[in-house]
């Protein structure tokens, strides 16, 4: 029997058999594969921790019967737990990943921005909502998505008052080259996507930006994620 040695993340972990899980794991090697955990639902089982969400460690699979035979954890964001509007936005980011990978595919870029989003959500002093919004500009960015920032992405010409969102096409518009379905969306929450998509994570705690722009930035982006991937993220 053969065995995998892979670094993962939990993004969620459901009933199997009677005493064991069905855990998702997105890994670095394999993008999202399932495995089983077997009785680890006993408060005195070696493994239990390492079931739940956002659990990230070096797990060991056996092949192909998928169990998880060991798992070294560094990190179980246990935090995250404790505080209940991190929990939700740190799930709607997993719930991001399991929307967008495809399973067996590699993702090592998005394996990277996912584990650093969600450190920032636990350890960073930061407005959370700008972790999230960052990380879904960069999704949209991975997938060939990339809103455009300065210049129209139809006719090229640098941006000046009224933009749009194009929601067949998931890029940004003139007045003059808005067609099809599209919303508005304000400068400020524009600028807030310049903004967050050119700072890094560490730095975060630096930024403020104009009042309430994060919520108009987050609901344009769901609205967009919906428009591309036929999902509804949950963010409260
Ligand atoms: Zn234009």
């Given at each position: 029997m053969d065995t995998i040695k892979v670094k993962a993340i939990v993004l969620s972990s459901i009933d199997y058999k009677e005493k064991d899980k069905l855990v998702t794991l997105f890994t670095i090697e394999n993008g999202v594969m399932q495995a089983i955990m077997k009785s680890v639902k006993s408060d005195k089982a070696k493994m239990r921790f390492a079931k739940e969400p956002f659990c990230f460690g070096e797990y060991l699979i056996a092949m192909p019967?998928?169990?998880?035979?060991n798992v070294e954890v560094e990190?179980?964001?246990?935090?995250?737990?404790?505080?209940i509007d991190k929990f939700y936005l740190a799930c709607a980011i997993l719930e991001t990943v399991k929307t967008v990978v495809v399973a067996g595919e590699k993702n090592v870029e998005l394996f990277i921005e996912t584990l650093k989003a969600i450190g920032a959500i636990a350890?960073?002093?930061?407005?959370d909502k700008y972790v999230l919004t960052k990380f879904l500009l960069s999704v949209f960015k991975g997938m060939g998505y990339t809103l455009s920032l300065n210049k129209c992405s139809t006719c090229g010409q640098p941006f000046s008052g009224k933009r749009y969102l194009n929601l067949d096409y998931g890029e940004v518009v003139c007045t003059g080259c808005k067609s099809g379905k599209c919303i508005e969306i304000s400068p400020k929450c524009h600028s807030c996507f310049k903004i967050l998509s050119e700072t890094s994570y560490d730095k975060l705690n630096t930024i403020k930006l104009a009042n309430k722009s994060e919520d108009e930035a987050l609901n344009v982006l769901n609205i967009n994620f919906e428009n591309r991937f036929n999902k509804k993220l949950n963010l409260l």
């Open positions: 019967s998928k169990i998880i035979t990190d179980n964001f246990y935090v995250l737990t404790k505080d350890y960073g002093n930061v407005n």
